[in-house]
């Protein structure tokens, strides 16, 4: 008997995100390299999923910024030059110096204080694992830092840019990502978050990205 159609939609659904999954693991941890080109056939042979499935993946991820358009219309591995990298870390201060002011302006900060030192534990923690483990603990962090404001529309332009943050920080090597991964710098953001002083948590983020942002493209 056949299946109904909104399960079948609900499979197709579930086949393109995975191929987004392993299409994106694949460029943020390297092994599709920067200005690779993306042959349809030959990545819908490894990931044995049809073209079309292949495709809607592939426009998602140039959404997010992983893949763009190349020499002669086609679509190729992202690469990030100074500038660009620089620019992303001025739309991540701008987002997140508003999720600090917002933070510290709460009557009752600790619940939202204590959720960041959580996430600042697991990133110490994640020091003895893998690149790609390191970065996603710090990117929780920085995440959390714009979920816990409750500002949805925030939220959504911070996950915009993951993609384009994770590849940033990846590709600038071990040495560079590890002192972006800092916790005691992170944990200057908490402090400043914790006295209530609004302005002081902006500068304190606004600071942090500066450094972030000029360690990458030294």
């Excluded at 909104?6 to 920067?34: F, M, N």
């Excluded at 991964?181 to 944990?187: A, I, K, S």
Aim: proline residues 2%; glycine residues 6%.
């Amino acid at each position: 008997m056949a299946q109904p159609a909104a399960l079948l939609g609900l499979e197709k659904t579930s086949l393109r995100q995975q191929a987004v999954d392993a299409l994106r693991r694949a460029i943020t941890s390297g092994q599709l390299a920067p200005r690779s080109p993306l042959v349809e056939t030959e990545l819908s042979e490894m990931l044995q999923i049809s073209r079309g499935t292949l495709r809607e993946a592939m426009r998602q991820l140039q959404q997010e910024g992983l893949i763009t358009v190349g020499a002669r219309g086609r679509l190729i591995v992202r690469h990030l030059d100074d500038k660009e990298i620089r620019d992303i870390f001025a739309v991540r201060a701008a987002l997140e110096s508003l999720a600090a002011r917002e933070l510290a302006q709460l009557p009752d900060r600790a619940p939202a204080i204590a959720t960041l030192r959580a996430t600042l534990d697991a990133m110490a923690r994640a020091g003895n694992e893998n690149l790609e483990g390191r970065i996603e603990a710090d990117l929780e962090f920085h995440r959390t830092l714009c979920r816990l404001t409750g500002n949805e529309t925030l939220l959504h332009s911070w996950i915009s840019l993951e993609g384009s943050i994770r590849m940033s920080i990846m590709f600038a090597g071990l040495g560079k990502a590890v002192g972006n991964m800092d916790v005691d710098r992170h944990n200057e953001i908490v402090d400043a978050i914790d006295t209530g002083d609004a302005d002081h948590a902006i500068q304190a983020v606004h600071t942090h990205m500066a450094w972030a942002a000029a360690n990458l493209v030294a």
